[in-house]
């Protein structure tokens, strides 16, 4: 029989998920998943060295000599030639050359490995497309909010990745309700600077600051940070605070999403992340705005999917995007 095997790993801010998959007679099998922190080692050579010490470790857990692949998602502008990180804001990286670190951290271990590295909602998407939610799917636009705002596209089973490999920058789509504020990509106005999960608590710490709300409104423990949980609570008891600042940051990711439809007409809409998935209040807000603002003849069949690989969903796409068919 045979077998070939893959390596995904999907890097964070604060941890880096892997995934080791297993391709036997056309079908996929999950061998193992692990979660290793990276707080505190977040420089591209630090990143590039626990892959290689997870590489390691997986090879000798399973006795296996070689890999047919290793996908690296991370979220940021990966360039054309998927070699350099033009914009990674989580980890602070501009303009890096990622592979060349993996390569020298591999080459006592692996030195012939494919290696591909991805954006990390390219990735998402591929492996809800695959393995999850989407898989009986033809098309599908996948949307998470989580520290920032990102999406990933397929159409005709295959991933868009635009003329220069950076398609899917949704959240650096600009808004009138982000004009001042800053973006860590660089640029003013965009909706991640708004409503992404970094921007929510920056702007929950701002109103504190100012005394438009207080920690004692929204029922915050006295050592607890201002987060998207923190509005999500007081907007079930009805914190006038908390009401507006939903009714504004569901309108704005929901505009935005309802124009990526009327142009794109996908046949799945996937939304996720861990502000949408961890706020079930506002995701649902999110909805209404998008079934009152897309065009009706995009919303008319267009299927709304729930993530079902979660964490999973990044580590089994970026494998599964080293396959060369």
């Not at 360039?79 to 914009?87: S, V």
């Not at 949307?143 to 159409?155: D, R």
């Not at 705005?289 to 580590?315: C, N, W, Y």
Request: hydrophobic share 45%; charged share 20%; with cysteine.
């Amino acid at each position: 029989m045979s077998q070939t095997h893959f390596l995904g790993f999907d890097i964070g801010g604060t941890n880096a998920r892997s995934a080791l998959i297993e391709l036997q007679n056309g079908q996929f099998k999950i061998l193992s998943s692990k979660k290793t922190s990276t707080r505190g080692q977040q420089t591209p050579k630090d990143i590039a060295s626990v892959i290689a010490s997870v590489t390691a470790q997986m090879l000798a857990d399973y006795k296996l000599q070689s890999l047919d692949g290793i996908g690296i998602a991370i979220a940021g502008q990966i360039d054309i030639d998927e070699h350099t990180i033009i914009n990674a804001p989580n980890l602070n990286w501009h303009h890096v050359n990622f592979f060349d670190h993996i390569k020298e951290a591999l080459s006592g271990i692996l030195p012939d490995v494919d290696i591909r590295i991805a954006n990390d909602l390219n990735a998402i998407a591929w492996g809800e497309y695959h393995f999850g939610a989407a898989h009986s799917l033809n098309s599908l636009l996948a949307v998470y909010v989580g520290t920032g705002i990102g999406a990933g596209l397929i159409i005709d089973g295959k991933l868009m990745l635009g003329a220069d490999n950076v398609s899917g920058e949704i959240g650096h789509c600009k808004s009138v309700r982000a004009q001042n504020m800053m973006c860590g990509c660089g640029q003013v106005g965009c909706v991640e600077a708004y409503a992404g999960g970094k921007a929510i608590e920056y702007r929950i710490q701002h109103d504190i600051q100012i005394g438009a709300t207080s920690r004692q409104e929204l029922d915050m423990a006295e050592d607890e940070a201002p987060t998207a949980r923190c509005i999500e609570r007081a907007y079930k008891t009805g914190v006038p605070y908390a009401v507006e600042f939903w009714k504004q940051t569901s309108a704005a990711i929901g505009e935005l999403i309802a124009n990526a439809i009327a142009i794109l007409n996908p046949q799945g809409l996937l939304l996720g992340g861990g502000v949408l998935e961890g706020c079930p209040e506002l995701l649902t807000l999110v909805v209404e705005h998008i079934m009152e603002m897309a065009p009706r003849a995009s919303v008319a069949k267009l299927q709304f999917i729930k993530p079902t690989l979660h964490d999973d969903a990044g580590t089994l796409g970026a494998a599964l995007l080293t396959l060369k068919a």
